[in-house]
């Protein structure tokens, strides 16, 4: 037997006891004791700017954790699959997002989509505005999200039995068919895993979008965003209301998406 | 949840492209282009610009970024909230993982899903949080003014937020290679007479040096880059409570574009450090794994 139990589980949740239990404690006691139900329900639930920023965040989470999904695959199977020039630093460039501060990436987006910027004057003579505008919420979004996908369909990829694939294509399939058919249902538990991993990482973003979505109220104003604002107003049942809602929110979306997993996993199975 | 950040143990798949399972030369050229173009445009165009915007007006303009009493402060502040939160999060990480790695305990995947909880908790909300435990308006805020002690808008909220978001790194990273290392060295040690802390020191933290410097320095570059929650206690007094991002955030809404990319760029140096130091360990892993199969290949033969 191994020592060290009792001292490094102490300490552990010693630990975890004042930077999170106690700090949630307090949350939850907050909500339950200074809040009532009626001011809950109008500061968080009816009021329309509170509402807008619900749906703006929600819908550019989803779009963006789609795409993630889409260009998240394609990066993975092609650093799984493929050999070009250059593999080994593209495969170190996917984690940059994890590493480089959410302020930075944020000016850097700004400034590249703006309508000025190196790829803003490209879209601006067609009349899209991407900075400032709901595109470029989904941008900053995209590129947070981006590692979370690659980074768990990488390792089912390579895990993957390439027996099966060609027993597919010996009974005649096509390579779609096989991808289609074989290779996607195995890879669905990793790829709902990233998918969700990026939704939860954009639906709490704050420091990317913060830059690029101009913070026009019922515009692009997102949830985060405004628990800053009622903050700065020293608006603690505010801010705590729309913060519980947020909580909730993505513990019911992880469970969702436990479930999905659960399901597709299952169906694998049978 | 959050294993897509730790290391990769395996490296290179034994896939083997045959003509039956493999794609026609368009359809990879295709997907290569789109895989390079979204890397391109999503993370290299900004990491170019970053450093593009922050030498525009030359090298002395750079420099002088970083000399403004207002820069400095906001460099002292970073690096002494780094200075307290990294080394913290280092000890918490290793207690944890030795506590959940080497042992069986009820309750472990809770205990797991804790330390997960700032991976999917908004960082806002984790201002959040201490807003309400320590803001003049919370919990312990009448005490608190009481006392004049001050913790929300000022350096001790600063680095109580960063602790809250930063903690899991050093755990995550060493959770799974100490499970996947077992402890079998480690009993063999104690077996042969060693102290716990002796079996700690000379068996353990050699076998986990790799994960453990590469947990340290994301934790760091982390604790160094967090925005949304330092924003939310920090109040943004100049000179006092800013952090180097929220310095930026200050040159950058000031239209000093250049001054906020010359800082900014600092920090992006930081995280291209850090991937280079991942790719380093990474390596080093695999390299020590390739001989590990062949010292065990040799061993059959003999």
Known sequence: MLPGFGLSMGFTLLYLAFLVLIPLGGLVLYTSTRITWGEFWSRAVTDPRVVAAYKLSFGASLIAAVLNGVLGLIIAWVLVRYEFWGKRLVDAIVDLPFALPTAVSGIALTTLYARTGWIGRLFDPLGIQIAYAYPGIVLALVLIGLPFVVRTVQPALEDLEQDMEEAASALGATRWQTFYRVILPNIMPSLLTGFSLAFARAWGEFGSIYFIAGNMPFKTEITPLLILIRLEQFDYVGATAIGVVMLVAAFFLLLLINLLQWWSRRHQAS | ?302
């Open chain 2, 1 to 302: 949840m959050a294993g897509s950040i730790a290391l990769r143990t395996k490296r290179a798949s034994a896939y083997r492209p045959i003509a039956s399972t493999g794609e026609s030369l368009l359809t990879r050229t295709i997907l290569i282009t789109i895989a390079l173009a979204t890397l391109a445009l999503f993370l290299v165009l900004p990491l170019v610009l970053i450093f593009t915007e922050a030498l525009k007006q030359g090298l002395g303009a750079y420099f002088a970024a970083f000399t403004t009493p207002d820069a400095r402060s906001a460099i002292r502040l970073t690096l002494i909230t780094a200075l307290i939160a990294v080394p913290l999060n280092t000890v918490f990480g290793v207690a944890a993982a030795w506590a959940i790695a080497r042992f069986e305990f009820k309750g472990k995947s809770i205990l797991i899903t804790l330390i997960d909880l700032p991976f999917t908790v908004s960082p806002v909300i984790a201002g959040l949080l201490f807003v309400i435990l320590f803001g003049t308006r919370g919990w312990l805020g009448p005490w608190l003014q009481e006392h004049d002690i001050r913790i929300i808008f000022a350096v001790p909220g600063i680095i109580i937020a960063t602790l809250f978001v930063t903690f899991p790194f050093v755990a995550r990273e060493l959770i799974p290679l100490m499970q996947a290392q077992g402890s079998e060295e480690e009993l063999a040690a104690l077996t042969l007479g060693a102290s716990g802390f002796q079996t700690f020191w000379r068996v353990t933290l050699p076998n986990i040096k790799w994960g453990l410097i590469y947990g340290i320095i994301l934790t760091n570059a982390r604790a160094m880059g967090e925005f949304g929650a330092v924003s939310v206690v920090s109040g943004h007094i100049r000179g006092q409570t800013n952090t180097m991002p929220l310095h930026i955030e200050v040159l950058y809404n000031d239209y000093q574009t250049s001054a906020s990319f010359a800082v900014a760029s600092l920090l992006a140096f930081l995280a291209v450090l850090t991937l280079v130091v991942k790719s380093i360990v990474e390596w080093k892993n695999a390299r020590s794994h390739a001989q590990a199969a062949r010292e065990a290949e040799q061993g059959d033969h003999q």
